[in-house]
């Protein structure tokens, strides 16, 4: 504020209350081949039966991306999925297939002139959909199927009843599971749309837009609008219709099915990694726990390592991998297999590698299956966020229990686990009459440090993140003692509340004019250096038992 040249009172009001903010640590993230849903785009996901509901059930083919998806979310809450494929057709109604792969790219889509209606999403489950739609007239309601699944016939909209004449201008809409793939019963009611507008300038009650279009591509979950049948009029305003040109109703129900879709459900190496791309901006996609998908034996190592890169890129996740279920299922070695694969996995603090597949309960059809447990050593790590906290170990009897596993394909003895957990592999292991445990907490770091364990790398990326997030607002301030010390009050109560939280054992930060000297001023920069002692988690126990003679005192032997 400018200098007062005259008496007067200013007030002036200084924020000093900036604090270190919270940042989210349980995010998981994965991608792979589904039956529905929507391709090349982010999708959250925060339980199994929201999982079912926007990707559909697993079938033989995406169970191997489902599973590991579900297992991760019996532990947390909040996944990101990205639907990949190879091969996908939408269903239309000209039945000649069309790529539609998300409510973004359907913008760009140009259908085919008798494409009144597409699948919203690519697969062949949308060619168990049918659209059926009502006109305005008494003959065809009573002939519908579906109207007793509306309070009455249409006919002209409220929004148009001002206007002379009748435009007999509304209809009702009912898409159908027509083959019974969404439902498991054919001709189920997937949704209904009543009394939606032919007119394009038709207006619901509240004040949004009835124009039946606007309403099945803004609301619908299964079908996308192509183009007007030629049974009714192509849309106009309502006042035209009110002017004496109502809208065609028609005497009959119109109804189209929906063919041409196709599905490949076995996207490649390459295919799988460019899905998982999506996640490698860390500016616009917060994520914590990249969780590792299937692949081939011949691919695992390629696609462990994408993964890696990503997560060592970005710097603020870590992704988990796991050997192909071939390398551990009715294998004749598999420990000297998943060595094999973890000596050529790349060496880093940003992944985690475990040592066999799982053996779960698929309830959809009703079998067992070997998976992947990238996702359930991810949904480790998250339970152990919300049980204690991220700088905790996710492994060991206390927090490292897998859960829904009936069995697991390789359970190793003493001697396999020490070769696997040298070889950088946490093993998982079967305990009799202790359940199914990780029993190692090791990242895929080659190099001995504190950040060869996963607690003290997923500390440094909570220390990291908060931290560069609160020094955003230092950003364009003058590099002057007041600033400086304003961020040492900023980070020093963040760093005593994670100490007695047991992440760290001691810490310093050194923010004044020693690191921050002329030079450093004169470049605009501004630099800080936090040093950190973290807690380290117990791998190995020695339980010494000393026998001594009656008579003498433990003080002598102890030197206490």
Known sequence: ????????????????????????????????????GPVDEITQVGSEKALVAKFGEPNDDTYKYFYPAAQFLQYGNDLRVVRAITGHLNATASGTGLLIKNDTHATSVTY??????????????????????????ATAFAAWAYAGSFDSQPGTSTYSSGLSGDTLDEMHIAVIDEDGLFTGTAGTILETFPFVSQASDGKADDGTSSYYKDVINNTSRYVRWGAHPSAL??????VTAAAGAAFVTGTAPIEVSLTGGTSDNSPTVGEL???????????????????????????????????????????DCVAFVSPACAETVNHANPAVQVKAWADAVSSSSYAMM?????????????????????????????????VADPWFSPAGF??????????????????????????RVNPIVSFPGEGIVLFGDKTAQSKPSAFDRINVR???????KAVATAS????????????????RNLVEPFLRDIKGRRGITDFLVVCDSTNNDAGIIDSNQFVADIYIKPARSINFITLNFIATRSGVEFSEIVGQ
């Open 233 to 238: 009029t192509d849309a106009g305003s309502i």
């Open 354 to 386: 475990d040592s066999t597949s799982l053996y779960v309960y698929d309830k959809y059809n009703d079998k067992y299956r070997y998976i992947i447990a990238s996702g359930a050593v991810a949904g480790l790590c998250a339970n152990s966020d919300n």
């Open 398 to 423: 206390t927090r490292g229990q897998l859960f829904g596993v009936t069995r697991i394909a390789f359970n190793p003895t003493q001697a396999e686990r020490d070769t696997l957990y040298k070889a």
């Open 112 to 137: 085919q002139g008798t494409d009144t209606y597409a699948a919203r999403f690519p697969g062949a489950m949308g060619n168990s959909l049918k659209v059926s739609k009502c006109p305005a007239n």
């Open 1 to 36: 504020m400018a200098f007062q040249v005259s008496p007067g009172v200013q007030v002036k009001e200084i924020d000093l209350t900036n604090v270190v903010p919270a940042v989210s640590t349980s995010i998981g993230a994965t991608a792979g081949s589904f039956q529905w």
């Open 458 to 464: 997923r500390l440094f990326i909570v220390l990291e």
């Open 472 to 487: 955003k607002f230092q950003l364009f301030e003058f590099n002057d003692e007041f600033t400086r010390a304003q961020f």
């Open 273 to 315: 990694n460019t899905a998982f791309s999506k996640f490698s901006d860390s500016e616009t996609t917060d994520v914590n726990l990249i969780i590792g998908a299937e692949v081939g034996a011949s691919d695992d190592v390629t696609h462990a390592n994408s993964l890696i890169a990503l997560a060592a890129a970005r710097k």
